[in-house]
Every structure is written in C-alpha cells, then in structure tokens.
C-alpha cells in the first residue's frame, strides 16, 4: 500500500505549483488544501463509471485540487477503488505524491462487495456476526452500523480500496440515523464506543483524524435525529481525553440548504447559533455536500442572482461559489466525472471567493 499522509510541506508545494486566484488555497487541518473537493457519490456501479472515476480524479488533482472524498458504501466500494486507481495510476506517472492530497472517507452503512447481494441479511450474517465483528443488535434499520469492530473493519478495507496505509480524515456516516431507533443514552454510548476505537485506529496509523458526516443531524433546531456538536465533541473527549483527533464535519449546504450558515440550531454557551459558528468557536473544519444539490439548481437561479456572482457563467460555478465563500467552509465537495463538468465547476479556481460584504449582500437579498 502506498504510504503517507497529507502534509504541510508537500501540500504547500502542490499549492504552489498549480495558479489559483487568491481565496483557492486555505490553511486547515496543519495542511494547504484547496477550497473546492471532488466528492465521488453518484454514478452506476459498472467498469465505465469506475473508469470515469479515476480519470475525473487525476484530471482535478491536476487542476489544482487536493481534496477528495469518498465513503466505503459509495457505489458499492467501487468509488474508492476508482480512487486507488487514480492515486496509483498518477503517482506512478510522477503527477502527485501521497503527501499533497488529503484523502477522506466514511464508514457506517453496509458496504457490499461491487454490488448489492441477494440477501443483505445472510451477507451481513455471513461477513460480520460469524466472524465475530459486529451483531444484528449494533445494525439499525438493517443498514447502519457503527460498532467498534465494524468500523476496524470498515477502515482496513478503505485502506485497501484507497491502497494507502493512512486515511486522512475518516468519517462515521451519518450517526445520527440510529438516534430514534436507540434512543439518546444509547446513541451517545454507541458514538462514544466509536470514536475510542477510531483513537486506537489513529494511534496504529491507520487515519489522522475523524469526525461525522451528516445530513439532517446538524441542520435542524428540533426532531428525532437532532444532534448536537458541543456533545459530540464530549464524546470524542471521553474517548480520547484532551487531545482527541475529532477534527471534521461534513454536512450539506448550498442556495436551497442553507441551515448550516443561517439556522440557529446549536447550542454555545448557552446562547443559540447556526452551525457554522458553533464550528468555527469550537475549533471545527467542515467540509460541506451537496452544492449543486445534485443538479437540483442548475438553469433555476434568477438572474438578479447571477449578477451577484461576478466573473462565472454558469450556475454549476455560482453555486458552488456560494457554498465555498461561506465562513467557516473549508471546501465544498463536488461530484464530477465528465472532462467538460469538471472544467465548469473548476471555473471557480481562478475568480476569487465572495468577500465577505459580498456575500452578506447576497444573503440579505438572496
């Protein structure tokens, strides 16, 4: 497997050697990364689209961007593969090196093998509860799991999917799911239990740091699967003491989901703030889905809106604009796989974020 991990010299040196308009390269995580990130959900789990993949990310590390993602789950374990390919196909080919890029992943929902079995219930069965790694108690909805074995488990094979030693930055998929089912003691317990198991993964060199990714768990003042950061974060104390390696968010936003940036939903020190404040006070980065939401805003931004995005043609690159000129937001992540999508929404490189009065103005009158 190839060895390293993103680091400040090397991440530096990418950063340096590819022009980006001021704004591109933000300082996070002790490393130079790039304000926009390849996110790798969508597509059919076949040989084309795998193909697809691993062009589209030598193609976007090529263009000056050092962030990728991906989960286990994501089509089948075929989304990190594509990656292991890429990671592989370019280092061999002298494009990168392991140490410029920051590789993110996720575990906690089943991960089948290229693609769905017959009987998920027999393959969970057969994979986890014999061989002693997880039970039927720990799988919620007969899809979430996010049990101290199973997630060792979940690791090692996105190691071996990615074909590195050392995974950036590892998720927990969702968590929140399992809080109607489980109840909030025993959520907390099982998150608790999670994030110890990721310190030992961490201590071994197995990943650098953790966190969740999320999707309604951030986003709502109230409901069933409502969570809260500053608990979260004594979860990841209680695992790891002082120095836990709970780093990262990832959650939605973008023009038709905004909640994270104007939504007060998190509670800090007793006053009631969006997310994203509640981040930035806490010492949290985040990475944020969904900016075109999956297509959903393309052809339907009013005009008067695109004139507040100076500099872009297109609503793909406004929209992400918007998500990577947010405070707080180290990097929106974005799906692409065709050459003529990534060179639109990478069209956001060379222009500068909204300043911040900007952006303000855009919010104000949206």
């Known amino acids: 497997m190839i060895p390293g991990r993103a680091t400040a010299e090397a991440t530096l040196k990418y950063a340096q050697a590819h022009r980006a308009a001021n704004g591109h390269w933000r300082q996070d995580l002790g490393v130079t990364l790039s304000s926009v990130g390849m996110g790798t959900y ?91 790694i997880a039970t039927f108690d720990d799988l919620v909805d007969d899809s979430h799991c996010m049990a101290p074995g199973y997630l060792r488990h979940e690791v090692d094979q996105s190691r071996k999917n990615l074909g590195v030693e050392t995974i950036d930055v590892y998720y927990v998929h969702n968590p929140e799911g399992q809080l109607s089912s489980v109840g909030e003691k025993e959520f907390h317990r099982r998150l608790t239990a999670a994030f110890a198991e990721l310190e030992k993964c961490a201590a071994e060199g197995k990943l650098v740091s953790y966190g969740v990714a999320t999707w309604n768990g951030f986003r709502q003042v109230q409901g069933e699967d409502r969570i809260s950061l500053e608990r ?112 639109e929404n990478l069209a956001v490189i060379d222009v500068p974020p909204l300043a911040s009065d900007a952006f303000g103005m855009l919010l104000r009158k949206g």
């Open 42 to 132: 969508l597509g059919k789990w076949d040989d084309a689209t795998d193909a697809a993949v691993a062009q589209a990310a030598r193609r976007v590390i090529a263009k000056g961007v050092n962030v990728l993602d991906s989960a286990i789950n994501y089509r089948f374990q075929r989304a990190e593969r594509s990656l292991g390919r890429a990671l592989k196909d370019g280092i061999d080919a002298g494009e990168f090196s392991r140490d410029q890029l920051l590789l993110c992943t996720k575990g906690g929902y089943l991960s089948f093998e290229g693609q769905p079995p017959a009987d998920p219930r027999a393959w969970f069965e057969g994979t986890f509860v014999d061989e002693g």
């Open 232 to 343: 979260v974060i004594a979860c990841a104390r209680e695992a790891g003491g002082e120095k836990h390696r709970f780093k990262v968010v990832q959650l939605p936003l973008n023009l038709a989901m905004p909640e994270a940036l104007l939504v007060p939903t998190q509670e800090l020190g007793g006053k009631a703030v969006p997310f994203l404040t509640a981040a930035r006070e806490l010492n949290i980065t985040v990475f944020t889905s969904v900016p075109l939401l999956q297509g959903q805003l393309l052809g339907k931004l009013p005009e008067p809106v695109r004139a507040k995005y100076p500099g872009l043609s297109t609503d793909a690159a406004r929209a992400i604009q918007f998500a990577r000129s947010a405070p707080g937001v180290t990097a929106p992540l974005v799906g692409m796989k065709s050459p003529a999508h990534i060179d």
